[in-house]
């Protein structure tokens, strides 16, 4: 070891040699601010699964007699259940993406997952991926196996016969040319990659994609042409009649040569052009393929071939089957049933006459399905992903159950409110307005959180000037004023003037709360609206902010083959609203067409600064504007131009209204994915947060450095939405796939300057410890229910370390003011932010042995509020910092009813103590009598004598203790249960005790003193007596335990 | 500065790329980090006293025991009432006080799984080939921001455990552990931290561990570490029904806290610590 040890001590002096000659130079680096510097202050995902997201394909395969399932969510990773899915444990969290497309499990290996990033339900709000992953055991570790480029994956087969043979159809960039789309195969188990089929185009790639199993020469594939702008979006050519490179194809040889199938070489099939195709072959009868063909009415519907694809016969075609292809074309077989088929719609659809016709079976689940898995063993056992999540079904689709497990939804925005816990309020995408309890006792149950709206969710606000009422709103600008407690909800939506035509409200429409609080209400179309009473009137207070560019407003032909105008596309429209925080005059507005406005004079006039804003490209998305809470001319802006397949993050700062601008995020900066939106804090003004589709990045520095933040393995998903609580200081992170983050604590972060990263180690200010109103709650849930952590009730502190600890100790003590130590704890080790925790009570009090433990007496009373200091003790170098420890600010106990309540619990726990010593001194003399006795013959009379005297002693322990053993209900109460039952009742409740609880602590002195006093009074009459036979027998006399010898053995303890 | 700049470079040099890494060359490392497979090997017992941190308050003493080869002795204690598993190499047994019964029961399947893992005396990677361990280098993970090298252990009952190495020391700071229980996984973690030197082992003295995912963690600080005091092997085997369960005895009385008579079963040779 001294080796090792002489061996690092030399690397030190290395390190500090070297840290003082690079000291000699004027500007030393500053030190790295990466992940782990910030993590370390860890967030808890509060759900919810209430209302769960979208889930974008299934699979599953029976272990055993247990199915696991595999579920990839559109945006919040995949999901593993061993068990069916009564738990489940997301396993796609350490991956760069959480997008997914496509799941498969290896038909022969049950550990093999195959997993295609980036989802194929092409929505306006879809997000991106970056490939094929595998993994070979059961998801506990992810390779990226190529296809990097691919953005999004619709399907992948894997090949029974020869499991290293896989396809995988990918339908590519959404919203841009690409050539990295079609089908691809590996036949080395996805080492390499050749494309075995590529599109007529740079648009079109595979939409879907089935195997003869029984054959797996014989594959089908649907090519699709399509993009999506954001005013527009086509599935197959611009129009019902246009060219489109979408077509049906087949391979008879491992994808090597592909035919394809069209009215003129397979009789049936309907005349060109196409849009979006699904096939599936009937896995019991594989000469047997479904197609579903998206072509102008009434060409387009459900075509099935009985020959192997070569003749068609057509179908179906009734509204769910040809409704909005690009978001719903999928087709399941029943593994056994040729004639049993699924189509997965706004409802899901079944048919059990071979395609005739369909029926709706999406009994009481949430809608727009995606993908379904039939049980081979057990057709009546589905599995079902929606908009709404995962549901279950044991009888054929009869009846669905939903998965109550899967915090995977998807939200667009986030506020809070100034309630006491706050609650969280957001939208969210095909799952409306919900509010939900940032904290509650027993935890954050689906049940806690409430739905208050209907439609698509996005914006969404408690009014400050009532908060009886709600602002929510769904697509398009519906905004509605609704009663939180009746939940009648009014429109109050702003409508057009006289032959005004149509106000352009944008999907997400903004709403914003006038910073003074004051209730003033903007909402965006092309115009701001203002309203200073909850919409009853609205003052349009500007001219059309945008560029109002008549070729991104023909919404009305958007959607290729099938019209789509649901308002996904509106387009130049308004799109970010931002009051400033300085001045109620000063407005930003930032609009979907690229336009950044801003007003100093509440509206009267507006100047569109764009034009100052160097390397943003031109009419992208501003997609969040920040005011500075600090100085009125500063404000940053998000601009997100993915839509133009540009995925990159611009993030902006101003510091002069707009008249010149600055990069926040350099192209250096490790920040990725388009930005969605920019919060500076609210005390430090360099510490800012920004939200892109790849996660959370935090800089300490205005923008020099970014980290992106994991706490608590948070996932690299979409977020969308921030919101930094004003007086609990938390930041509320809303992610557009895995629920509502929140990190309870930045003030740290606030103090994590250049200044202090380059320190060994250093305590950070937190906020101070509430002491939370001791309270239980929840019930059993079961296993199948998410549950969201509430925050720590112990009080917290933070300290930064550079380095990791791992050698020597690192201790923790917490000293009152007149530097007692009342507490030591452990200590967190990591690089960076650590968070630890203190109860804030003394240690448990001590409870004389008995039957049974006394669960209520085994934690000690909580110390009062306070200023308590921290000592960190590191190596040799100690640490300290002051812990302000607060009342619960809802508590409605005096200061004098929580000192009556301490100074009794205090009371109690003395009283358990001295009633411990009482025990171990009668124990004591018991033990002396016996083993004296023992050194005697049986029947000497001595012997006899000092046994009888050991029994009686011992009447007066069971008066004490309870002592029947067992293991049963034996209900023996004696003191020490009673007193222990007292402690326990008066610790929990941190109010004045009851005068019942007062006096009962007096009569269990008084009745502890009495057999006391029987003990000292047996003793004055035995004990001379005894001794002096012990003597006479050349026995060592018996003494008794003193309270000092009793008390110097526990300090010793 | 030139001189500086090529100490630097040499550092570098000793800085082994991850790939040129393999499981033997780490284990081999770890080895010789935490004091040399002689001094490990020259520590027959260790008696660990510490406190148990369970969260909200709850603080109760422990003493771990282990004896060469593969016997564990793990004791919770609480308001006088004392937990206890343990292991002798053949047996799992525990005790569980709190309602009152005293005796002595088999260990369930997943505690006796984890108690014949504790018994390892050495833990896993030392000589994990004699003990029928497989060792794999599965590459860089960070652990808490911390560079570590990680290996993949699978265990001869089959069970997983994943040891991330720090790069500097090449001591464990992170194990995840895998247990099949009843056909299920049980994913838990554990973090070492705090390792001080016990008769030329270093060892931690802070081990905090959760199931995998769950963000209350079970935390334990050792207050002192003892090697080579003597430990019975009477305090591992699983002791017979007690005597006072016997007909025609007093009757029992969990709360007694006097020895044993000399005419019952042989006393442990020396009584439970408490720390």
């Given at each position: ?21 690079f000291a000699q130079t004027p500007q030393p680096t500053p030190v790295k601010v990466d992940s782990e510097t910030i993590s370390g202050l860890g967030a808890r995902n509060i759900g919810s699964a209430a209302m ?1002 | ?179 099949m229980i009843r056909g299920a996984e049980r994913e838990y973690e554990t973090s070492l931290g705090d390792y001080k030197e016990v008769s030329g082992w270093y060892m931690p003295f802070s081990v905090e561990s ?17 090697a080579n005091v003597p430990i019975d092997d009477t305090r591992f085997h699983m002791p017979a029904v007690n005597a006072s369960a016997q007909p025609g005895t007093k009757p029992p009385d969990a709360a007694d ?19």
């Open positions: 070891m001294k080796t090792i040890t002489s061996c690092l001590a030399t690397i030190v002096c290395l390190c500090l040699c070297t840290f003082s000659a769960s997201g979208r889930i974008a394909a299934v699979d599953a395969i029976r272990e055993g007699q247990r199915l696991t399932v595999y579920v990839g969510a559109a945006s919040g990773g995949v999901w593993k259940s061993v068990n069916g899915g009564t738990s489940f444990k997301p396993v796609f969290d350490k991956q760069p993406v959480q997008s997914i497309g496509a799941v498969t499990i290896d038909p022969k290996n049950p550990k093999v997952i195959w997993v295609g990033t980036g989802e194929s339900w092409t929505r306006n709000s879809v997000s991106v991926g970056d490939g094929v992953y595998k993994s070979v055991d059961g998801g506990d570790n992810w390779t990226n196996v190529g296809l990097n480029n691919s953005e999004r994956i619709a399907k992948i087969l894997v090949d029974p016969s020869n499991t290293n043979n896989v396809y995988v159809c990918t339908p590519g960039k959404l919203w841009s040319d690409s050539d990295d789309r079609g089908v691809y195969k590996t036949t080395d188990g996805g080492k390499t990659w050749i494309k075995v089929l590529k599109g007529a185009n740079a648009s079109t790639g595979c939409s879907m994609m089935s195997m003869d199993k029984s054959n797996p020469q014989t594959i089908y594939a649907g090519m699709w042409d399509f993009r999506r702008k954001g005013w527009t979006f086509r599935s197959g050519g611009d129009g019902a009649n246009a060219a489109s490179g979408s077509g049906l194809f087949k391979s008879t040889n491992g994808g090597a040569n592909w035919s394809e199938l069209d009215q003129n070489s397979a009789k049936g099939l309907p005349a060109k052009p196409w849009g979006r195709i699904a096939v599936a072959v009937a896995p019991s009868k594989p000469n047997v393929v479904y197609a579903f063909i998206e072509a102008e009415m009434p060409k387009g519907g459900l075509y099935r071939s009985d020959d192997n694809g070569a003749t068609w016969t057509a179908l179906d075609r009734s509204a769910n089957m040809v409704w909005r292809p690009f978001y719903f074309a999928n087709l399941i077989v029943d593994p056994k049933d040729e004639n049993k088929i699924y189509k997965p719609d706004g409802p899901l659809i079944a048919s059990n006459d071979g395609g005739k016709s369909f029926s709706n079976i999406s009994g009481g689940a949430h809608g727009d399905f995606h993908d379904v898995w039939v049980d081979p063993n057990n057709s009546d056992h589905l599995i079902t992903g929606d908009d709404g999540g995962l549901w279950y079904s044991y009888d054929g689709g009869n009846r669905w159950w939903k998965a109550d497990n899967l915090p995977v939804s998807q939200f667009y925005h986030v506020s809070l409110d100034m309630d006491m816990p706050y609650h969280v309020y957001g939208g969210l995408q095909d799952n409306s307005s919900w509010v939900g309890d940032s904290a509650y006792p027993g935890g954050i149950t689906s049940s806690r959180w409430e739905n208050m709206y209907g439609g698509d969710g996005f914006w969404m606000f408690a009014d400050p000037s009532d908060p009886n009422y709600i602002y929510a709103e769904y697509q398009g600008g519906e905004i509605s004023r609704i009663n939180r407690k009746t939940h009648e909800s009014r429109n109050i939506k702003p409508l057009p003037l006289y032959k005004e035509g149509k106000l352009r409200y944008n999907w997400n429409t903004p709403i914003h709360l006038s910073p003074t609080g004051d209730g003033t209400i903007y909402i965006g179309a092309q115009f701001l609206f203002r309203s200073r009473d909850h919409g009853q009137t609205w003052e349009r207070i500007s001219p059309d902010l945008t560029t109002n560019d008549p070729e991104k407003q023909k919404q009305e032909q958007s959607g290729g083959i099938t019209v789509d105008n649901s308002a996904a596309e509106m387009h130049t429209t308004i799109y970010a609203i931002a009051e400033s925080p300085k001045d109620p005059n000063l407005v930003w507005v930032g609009t979907d067409d690229g336009n950044v406005q801003v007003t100093r004079d509440g509206g009267k006039t507006w100047t569109n600064v764009i034009g100052n804003i160097p390397g943003v490209p031109k009419n992208v998305w501003v997609s969040s504007v920040e005011p500075s809470h600090f100085d009125p001319g500063t404000a940053y802006a998000t601009f997100d131009a993915h839509t133009f397949g540009d995925m990159r993050p611009y993030v902006y700062r101003t510091a002069d209204f707009g008249k010149t601008w600055t990069p926040v995020v350099n192209e250096a900066a490790p920040v990725h994915g388009y930005a969605h939106v920019v919060k500076e804090d609210l005390v430090n003004k360099d510490l800012l947060f920004v939200g892109t589709e790849m996660g959370l990045w935090v800089s300490l520095d205005g923008g020099k450095q970014w980290a992106q933040y994991k706490g608590d393995e948070m996932p690299s998903v979409a977020v969308r939405d921030l919101a930094i609580h004003p007086r609990d200081h938390a930041l509320v992170i809303a992610t557009h796939g895995r629920g509502i983050w929140i990190v309870d604590d930045i003030t740290p972060l606030r103090s994590l300057t250049a200044d202090t990263l380059p320190k060994e180690a250093l305590f950070l200010q937190a906020k101070p410890s509430v002491q939370v109103i001791p309270a239980g709650g929840g019930w059993a849930n079961g296993d199948a229910a998410f549950v969201g952590p509430n925050p720590t009730d112990e009080a917290v502190f933070v300290y930064y370390q550079k380095k990791r600890h791992i050698f020597g100790d690192l201790k923790i003590e917490v000293l009152d003011s007149t530097g007692k130590v009342v507490g030591t704890i452990p200590s967190s080790k990591r690089r960076g932010l650590n968070r630890s925790t203190w109860p804030m009570r003394l240690k448990a009090p001590q409870v004389p042995r008995a039957a049974t433990a006394a669960f209520g007496a085994a934690i000690g009373p909580r110390l009062l509020p306070g200023t308590y200091t921290v000592r960190m003790t590191k190596d040799k170098q100690a640490y300290t910092t002051e812990l302000r420890v607060v009342q619960d600010p809802r508590s409605k106990h005096t200061a004098d009813d929580r000192r009556a309540q301490f100074d009794l619990a205090m009371k109690l726990y003395n009283l358990l103590g001295n009633m411990t010593y009482s025990v171990e001194r009668i124990n004591n003399v018991r033990l002396a009598l016996e083993e004296r006795a023992a050194k005697l013959p049986a029947t000497d009379p001595l012997a006899i004598r000092l046994r009888a005297a050991s029994a009686a002693v011992d009447d007066m322990r069971k008066k004490i203790v309870a002592t029947k053993e067992g293991g049963a209900i034996t209900g023996e109460e004696r003191l020490r249960e009673n007193l222990a039952d007292l402690y326990g009742n008066v610790n929990g409740y941190e109010g004045r005790p009851s005068a019942t609880q007062v006096a009962r602590a007096d009569v269990l002195a008084h009745e502890l003193g009495d057999i006391e006093k029987d003990f000292d009074a047996w003793l004055a009459q035995e004990l001379a007596g005894l001794n002096s036979e012990l003597t006479r027998k050349n026995l060592e006399t018996i003494k008794l335990l003193t309270r000092e010898e009793w008390d110097a053995k526990n300090a010793q303890k | 500065m030139r001189r500086v700049l090529l100490m630097l470079a040499g550092l570098a040099l000793l800085a082994v790329p991850a790939s040129a890494q393999t499981a033997d060359e780490i284990v081999a490392k770890y080895i010789k980090t935490v004091g040399g497979a002689d001094k490990i090997q020259s520590v027959k017992t260790l008696r660990k006293l510490g406190t148990f941190n369970g969260g909200g308050g709850f603080e109760a003493p422990i003493v771990e025991e282990n004896k060469r080869n593969n016997m564990v002795r793990q004791e919770f204690s609480l308001q006088g009432l004392t937990a206890v598993n343990a292991y002798d190499g053949h047996t799992g047994w525990k005790i569980e006080p709190w309602q009152g019964k005293k005796d002595a029961e088999p260990l369930g399947e997943e505690a006796m799984k984890q108690i014949v893992e504790d018994s390892d005396f050495d833990g896993p990677l030392v000589n994990y080939q004699q003990k029928g361990n497989k060792v794999e280098f599965l590459g860089m993970e960070p652990v808490e921001g911390t560079d570590a090298f990680k290996l993949k252990v699978t265990l001869a009952s089959g069970d997983v455990r994943y040891y991330f190495m720090d790069t500097d020391y090449y001591v464990p700071i992170k194990i995840e552990t895998k247990r959760n199931v995998k995912g769950n963000p209350n963690r079970a935390k334990v600080t050792y207050q002192k570490i003892e806290t006097l020895p044993k008579r000399t005419d019952e079963k042989k006393t442990p040779a020396k009584p439970p610590t408490k720390p």
